[in-house]
């Protein structure tokens, strides 16, 4: 057993909360390094910890010198990350996860597991996240609870890029199952509470989107890290934007826009960019959300670390307004700019491929072709289906319904019974209902 793991376990003993150890002696993010094995402790902090506790610095220090090294082949690891030299860091991970079944600590061969899922994310390796994930889950190990929520949320990422919504959605109701459980006084809980406004997006759960949001922002702000707090803000004005609530969300957009642009964080000031673009989108403000999304993509072009899902986002907003103005060649020019970076996407081509088949649906629409237009509808109908994509396949399932009565068509029936069973589909993903199994 590692030093931090002996002080937490003698903190827990004492019902000593994080904040009432460190205080004077470090940060509670330090502590919170230390007691799960991120970090090497200090001997002046060793020695403070000791007497705070009541016990000897003996007591707390560890005879395991395998343990030394599954701590270096981290810090190796994590050094080769940030050179992008992926496959090195997994190699380092893979020898210390092999010398933690040699160490017999299943706590520690369980975060070494959870580091290589993290680096499965990074490399976007999402079948092999899925295959270590398994690991994780046939028995029952110690993990903090703000572990458990990353490892949920990471591998239902996995899921969502190898085209198993539904299952992805089952992933992230684990992910607000265990967010009841988090502490709210270390950073893994500030990382915690982000990751679970980002599930309450993907559940349709914009209020707890918003409140999730809101306590990560304080924690971060706390910690003293403006980015991370700039990315809850805009979680936070998302949660608004879901809730109809338009002109606060455009509020809190414009303020980190201009925070972030001060600090030169073109990564979150495209983000608010293109949530602006998305609000202007809403009330028809057609010219604004041009100017918005074109802004987004300037700022996601100045990102070094561009992900090509980051800039399809925009394009394809950009392809929307474009066949809203009655510009239906532009907008299909966008179209296609979006079909030549499927293929460099990673992942969760099929959500691009439906909602290029969505805005074509509409092109045509607007045109008066009908016959294209409910042919494009069932293509991305089709595409939601076979991803169990069950809530988009509810709305195009909807509006093909629609569209059927207005031509007095009779399979428009067959659409809205449809659209009722991936509904209940999608509640039952999402943990809201259950249905009898005949």
């Not at 709210?184 to 982000?194: I, M, P, Q």
Request: aromatic share 10%.
């Amino acid at each position: 057993m590692h030093i931090g793991l002996r002080i937490k376990q003698y903190r827990v003993q004492r019902e000593m909360r994080q904040s009432e150890l460190c205080e004077g002696i470090c940060s509670i993010s330090q502590l919170s390094k230390i007691e799960t094995g991120k970090t090497q402790i200090k001997p002046d902090e060793l020695q403070a910890f000791a007497k705070r506790l009541g016990v000897t610095v003996k007591d707390l220090e560890s005879d395991s010198a395998l343990h030394a090294e599954i701590q270096t082949l981290t810090e190796y690891a994590k050094q080769a990350i940030q050179l992008a030299r992926f496959d090195t860091a997994l190699s380092l991970c893979k020898q210390a996860i092999a010398k933690s079944l040699v160490l017999q600590d299943r706590t520690v061969y369980a975060k070494m597991v959870l580091f290589e899922i993290y680096l499965r994310i990074r490399s976007e390796s999402w079948e092999a996240l899925i295959e270590s994930s398994k690991i994780l889950l046939q028995e029952e190990y110690e993990l903090e609870t703000a572990e458990w929520v990353m490892f949920y949320y990471c591998t239902a990422q996995a899921y969502q890029h190898t085209g198993e919504y539904s299952k992805m959605l089952e992933y992230l109701v684990q992910v607000l199952k265990y967010m009841e459980r988090t502490p709210l006084d270390d950073e893994e809980a500030a990382r915690a509470y982000n990751v679970g406004s980002n599930a309450c997006f993907f559940l349709r759960r914009p209020r707890d989107l918003y409140r999730y949001a809101k306590i990560s922002e304080k924690l971060f702000l706390e910690m003293g890290s403006f980015h991370w707090a700039s990315v809850a803000l805009n979680n936070s004005a998302h949660g608004l934007l879901l809730m109809g609530r338009y002109e606060e969300s455009s509020e809190i957009y414009e303020a980190s826009y201009q925070k972030t642009l001060a600090n030169m964080i073109n990564m979150s000031c495209g983000t608010s960019s293109h949530n602006l673009g998305c609000i202007a989108l809403l009330t028809n403000n057609l010219s604004q959300a041009r100017l918005y999304f074109e802004r987004a993509l300037h700022h996601y072009g100045l990102e070094k670390t561009l992900n090509m899902f980051v800039q399809a986002e925009p394009s394809l907003e950009l392809a929307t307004v474009s066949v809203r103005e009655h510009k239906f060649a532009e907008g299909e020019r966008w179209l296609q700019d979006v079909e030549a970076m499927l293929p460099d996407l990673p992942g969760a081509k099929y959500l691009y491929q439906a909602r290029i088949a969505r805005t074509r649906a509409e092109s045509c629409g607007l045109q008066g072709q009908s016959e294209e237009q409910l042919a494009h509808l069932r293509h991305a109908l089709d595409i939601y289906e076979r991803h169990t994509v069950w809530y988009e396949a509810y709305e195009v399932a909807t509006e093909l319904a629609e569209l059927l009565e207005a031509h007095r068509e009779a399979t428009a029936l067959d659409y809205y019974r449809s659209a009722i069973q991936y509904h209940d589909s999608f509640e039952v993903a999402c943990g809201r209902k259950i249905l009898e199994h005949q």
